[in-house]
């Protein structure tokens, strides 16, 4: 949880407030734990801001930039949160400590874990968008954990807003999905979250955020737990501190925790170990507070914990009983990440080695649940496995920017033998496209192995197309599906479990242009070759033997050369006009790359940017392999 905090205000705890005093904010009938969980984009990091804001976290004239919990580099970047990360503000005598939680499918486990350390959660819609798929994942989770919630229909302000719709929508969605009756009697908010403004009915006056504020307090129960008992915390988050050491995040489900003690970590392979509470805090707006105790319900972040795994407890010294650990769901595709060892090897990168990589893998897996790390019989391959194309680009892009060169394959699915019968991950996949696309967007999942579930036509212009679909189907769709609708389509999916294997998938239906020699592309054969297929390199670019230079328009690979010189018999015809007959190359980015690599191919990674190769750079290696 990536909240930044400065360090200078780490004192001696003698005089630290004690979050457990009576009269304090400890009493847990003061405190509130919600997170708050939605589709991507629905608006949830923005809300966050507005009651940041309104709760009095910030000066009125500080200078606080936008989605300001997104404080990542790649979350600003991409507008998106990636990691769930808390905060905690004030409604009057209530402290609310608030989670902020990733809406993108691929970031599913990061929400899994993020439930258990609320007693509730806000669950936002987008007034337009309805709920989508992820906004069914994550309030599954959230009722199976018999958690309330508050209903926040978000973005009223959009011209097509359709509050009511998707209200009754919501209400379906928590019959199907089984909610109590309590879990039912949720209170509803309306909401434009980018301007801090809540109502309680879609037609009704829109004031600040305290209907919102109200609802918390109100519906979602503060903690449970006695703080005499003995210390439970469940740790749902282990963050390296290169003051501190690595710090354990967790949730205080009982008893309390003090600076100096001695407590037991509990280990998800039954083994213990006892460390002591070097220094403890707990969340405030932006900062991490230090204070000296903190008592059930406290979200707290602790240093000293050597060697606390994500998942685990830690537990009271003398009579150590461990809470079950937290387990998200399954992987459901790998990647296979090797070193780099293509002829440009080490040449951007600092960390390049067999050993390098293994390393930050390791350390990625003990910090990710939702990621794991499988050897393989070679030391310089690895497979790793995880939820998505996007969780493994943004895994990816971390490690090229610490300085790491690495090559990735096609990210593959992961099968299963039931009952003899090869089966493999399908998904719920939910499309929103104009009604002029849909034949097209049709036909294209027909080709992937999707098969319509349901269509629902808002008489808005638009459709709702669902379609059950092998995962391997939307393995490098995203692109071309993008390019179908003019920009304008939603295509969202959900894992939806194991079915039979459907059967070939054509994952690309153009072969690639494979440089056949090393050396700089020239402008002369960037003109002669354009007409072959689109170019991904230009003139200047250094290559090498077996480097896919562009995308072949015909289905198979073509071996050329980029580096030709024009004979100098024909120095008079003027060079200048080769240039202006140059196409720009296409520069893909990471995620574009991923899509679109075939098993044979990989992806060269290094701190200056990625190139497109064959696996066998050598034309005679490939020829026999394919043989
Ligand atoms: N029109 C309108 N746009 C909004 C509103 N609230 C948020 N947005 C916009 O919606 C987009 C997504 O907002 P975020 O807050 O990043 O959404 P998020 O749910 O945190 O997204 P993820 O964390 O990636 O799942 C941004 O461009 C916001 O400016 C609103 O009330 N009305
Ligand atoms: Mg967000």
Sequence with gaps: ???????????????????????????????????????????????????????????????????????????????????????????????????????????????????????????????????????????????????????????????????????????????????????????????????????????????????????????????????????????????????????????????TLRTREMVTLCHRDDSRTRVQVNALFVYEGLERVEVSEAGPGSIVAIAGMEGIGLGETIADAENPDPLKPISVDEPTMSMEFRINDSPFSGRAGRFVTSRHLRERLRKEATGNLSIRLEETDSPDRFLVYGRGELQMAILIEQMRREGYELSVGMPQVLTRKIDGEVQEPYEAALIDVAEEFMGLVVQKMGIRRGLMTRMVNHGSGRVRLEFSIPSRGLIGYRTEFLTDTKGTGILTHLFDGYRAWAGTIVHRTTGALVADRGGRVTGYAVVNLQERGELFVGPGDEVYRGMIVGENSRDADLDVNVTKEKKLTNMRSSTADNFEKQVPPRRMSLEESIEFVRDDELIEITPSGFRLRKRHLDPNDRKRTTA
Excluded: C
């Design 1 to 255: 949880m990536g909240v930044q905090v400065s360090h200078s205000e780490t004192t001696s705890d003698s005089r630290l407030p004690s979050l457990s005093e009576p009269g304090s904010l400890s009493q847990t009938t003061q405190l509130r734990n919600v997170a708050i969980v939605a589709h991507v984009d629905h608006g949830k990091t923005t809300l966050v801001d507005a009651m940041l804001w309104q709760s009095g976290t910030f000066r009125s004239n500080q200078d606080v930039r936008e989605r300001v919990m997104d404080s990542m580099d790649l979350e600003r970047e991409k507008g998106i949160t990636i990691m769930a990360k808390n905060t905690a503000v004030r409604y009057g005598d209530t402290r609310i400590n608030i989670v902020d939680t990733p809406g993108h499918s691929d970031f599913g486990g990061e929400v899994e874990r993020t439930l258990r350390m609320v007693d509730g959660i806000m669950l936002l819609v987008d007034a337009a968008e309805g709920p989508l798929p992820q906004t069914r994942f994550v309030l599954s989770k959230a009722l199976e954990l018999g958690l309330p919630a508050v209903v926040v229909i978000n973005k009223i302000d959009r011209s097509d807003a359709r509050p009511q719709q998707v209200l009754n929508d919501v209400y379906d969605l928590f019959i199907d999905l089984e909610a109590s009756d309590h879990q039912l009697e949720f209170p509803v908010i309306y909401a434009i979250a980018r301007e801090g403004r809540s109502a309680l009915s879609a037609e009704g006056p829109v004031g600040d955020l305290r209907p919102l504020f109200e609802a918390i307090v109100s519906h979602i129960p503060p903690p449970g737990g006695h703080g005499a008992d003995p210390l439970q915390v469940l740790v749902t988050n282990v963050q390296p501190d290169s003051y501190l050491g690595p710090l354990a995040v967790g949730r205080v489900i009982q008893g």
